[in-house]
């Protein structure tokens, strides 16, 4: 293994990271490019004009890491954690129930990929009425599902909290612009562990500051890292972390690409890890 330069080795077969397409057209012989992150955004800006596949990387702990997170985010939400904690600074020993019942819960969940997917199941295990929104609108593992711009705003609209786990392509690049977030229900919740330019950020901050929505919690944002001077950072009902929702150990990704090569020369390579570059995913 060695690092790719500007005078690549011509007989390389498998490249790592994100390197550049004109390092990659320089090498006839490759086989495939692995990704380091699921995200392979930055690496189709200009369209993929290599012969071999860009493969994203793919690991179950990801979809695991991001699950607990939003599930982790819902529960406190519905159970008014703020609320709770509040009470224990104040010494106040109350048994209202302060929050709301999962039964009582609709969750709509943008993107039912390996991530998506876990997440709605896991939430509809615990009483919730979960519907997906994806491209094709077909049902997935049981869970119904809405699609196109129709079927996002119906989404949008009838949701007690919103979780986005979109992948970033010219499709997704902001769909939930001014319009999308004002369709959101009255009280709604949002979740972001997608991208955050997928999310018109300043339509946002308005929807929060206006209390139309109750709160969200964000992982992702447009700019990276957050600006200190961003209003999300003090708005109330606003909990941030900085892109950490699913990190992947050194380990599984080492075990991913290991797996991935060696699927690639005994020629099943997973159809789901290999990149649609019409797609963006």
Known sequence: MHRIGDDPDPDTRYALGIPRQDQLLKMPKLRAVFALSAGVDQMLVDGWKVDAPLVRLSHPSVAQ??????????????????????????????????????????????????????????????????????????????????????????????????????????????ILDREAIGAMKFGCYFINVGWGKIVDEAALVQALQERRLSGAALDVFATEPLPPENPLWTLGGVSITAHHAAIIAPQDAADAIAKGMADDIAGRLPPDDVVSPERGY
């Open 65 to 174: 890491q991001l699950a607990s997170y939003c599930v982790m985010r819902a529960l406190g939400h519905l159970r008014n954690t703020v609320e709770l904690d509040a009470r224990q600074r104040n010494r106040i020993w109350s048994q209202n129930e302060p929050g709301m019942r999962t039964a009582d819960t609709s969750v709509g969940i943008l993107g039912m990929g390996a991530s998506g997917s876990l997440i709605a199941d896991t939430l509809r295990n615990l009483g919730m009425r979960v519907v997906g929104w994806t491209r094709s609108g077909r049902r997935i593992g049981g869970i119904p599902t809405e699609c196109g711009s129709e079927g996002l705003l119906k989404l949008l609209s009838s949701s007690g909290i919103m979780i986005c786990t979109l992948p970033l392509t010219d499709e997704t690049r902001g």
